[in-house]
């Protein structure tokens, strides 16, 4: 499957809230790093990350583009409160082995009314 084939279908398991079908295109021993947090080693450790996510945001990704060059597809996107982001998905053998995702943190607590860490 092509990278960006396999965002597309990522993005649609995103906006399902679907755990278990967004840790199936992660390597066992993928890396997830969203740069406002620490990355994020392993698929058990995705796992919870996504399940601690979805439990206290309500989270939406509108695709504005998706790109490809080899094993890199990359996700440029917005949710429906304004925030923009983008994603880098590094995939080899049908898996992302590496993400990488840029996003305002501050905005996003705000938006969602999540406590702002001092």
């Given at each position: 499957m092509e990278p960006k084939s396999l965002v597309k279908l990522w993005v649609d398991a995103f906006n399902d809230?679907?755990?278990e079908r967004l840790v199936g295109f992660y390597s066992d021993d993928a890396i997830n790093h969203q740069v406002a947090n620490e990355p994020v080693k392993g698929i058990n450790a995705i796992r919870a990350m996504f399940e601690a996510d979805f439990s206290s945001a309500e989270m939406v990704c509108i695709v504005e583009n998706i790109f490809q060059d080899g094993e890199w597809a990359i996700l440029e996107?917005?949710?429906p409160l304004g925030?923009?982001?983008c994603g880098f998905f590094h995939i080899q053998n049908n898996e992302i082995v590496f993400q990488r995702g840029y996003w305002d943190k501050l905005?996003?607590?705000k938006q969602q009314g999540l406590p702002i860490p001092n």
């Open positions: 809230a679907d755990v996107w917005r949710d925030l923009r982001g905005s996003f607590l």
